[in-house]
């Protein structure tokens, strides 16, 4: 069986769990998330907790299992506490601001690149070189990071660019070019 899809999901106080055929709604403090899971899987509500438990072992139902039951545990932290990636931007005159809702962005480019909100994503801005993204669901949360990063990317020789907080930039030595003729 699953090691991970076996778990319980403890559900703490102040958050309703909903389920509704493979339809789950979780709705807490920070936000109400919704997820459809696969017919396969039979969700339960049991003493506070939340089951995942699957029909048969077959190779299917086994991934699905710890899947499932991940992806519904991330939707409980996400309505409890939330996440965020924080991402920090390197580089001489490349500095961000939020102006409103939406994050301007000098990246070294001849114009100023902007990012707004959505009303499930956070943005923070507490210094002129960090990012802070945050919001109930795990991957809208990352999807944007990321987006955020791929405006400009960390590049190898300098390190300059859009990094996670925890990324480490593998650093290359630049030209060697002496000799020669």
Do not use: C, W
């Not at 703490?12 to 936000?31: W, Y």
């Not at 987006?147 to 030595?173: L, T």
């Amino acid at each position: 069986m699953s090691r991970i899809g076996r778990q319980p999901i403890a559900v703490p106080a102040g958050v309703d769990v909903k389920i509704d055929g493979s339809t789950i709604t979780v709705k807490g403090p920070k936000g109400t998330l919704t997820r459809t899971v696969h017919s396969n899987m039979q969700v339960a509500m049991e003493d506070g907790a939340l089951t995942v438990s699957r029909p048969d072992d077959s190779n299917l139902n086994k991934s699905l299992h710890g899947l499932t039951r991940t992806l519904l545990h991330n939707m409980v932290v996400g309505v409890t506490e939330g996440f965020k990636k924080e991402l920090e931007v390197n580089g001489v005159g490349y500095r961000v601001a939020k102006q409103g809702k939406d994050l301007v962005m000098n990246i070294g480019f001849s114009h100023q690149v902007t990012m707004s909100e959505t009303d499930d994503i956070t943005i923070e801005v507490p210094a002129p070189n960090k990012i802070i993204i945050s919001g109930p669901d795990k991957q809208k949360v990352g999807q944007f990071a990321a987006e955020v990063r791929e405006k400009r990317p960390p590049e190898p020789y300098k390190g300059k660019g859009i990094k996670y907080a925890d990324e480490h930039i593998r650093r290359k030595e630049g030209k060697a070019g002496k000799g020669g003729k």
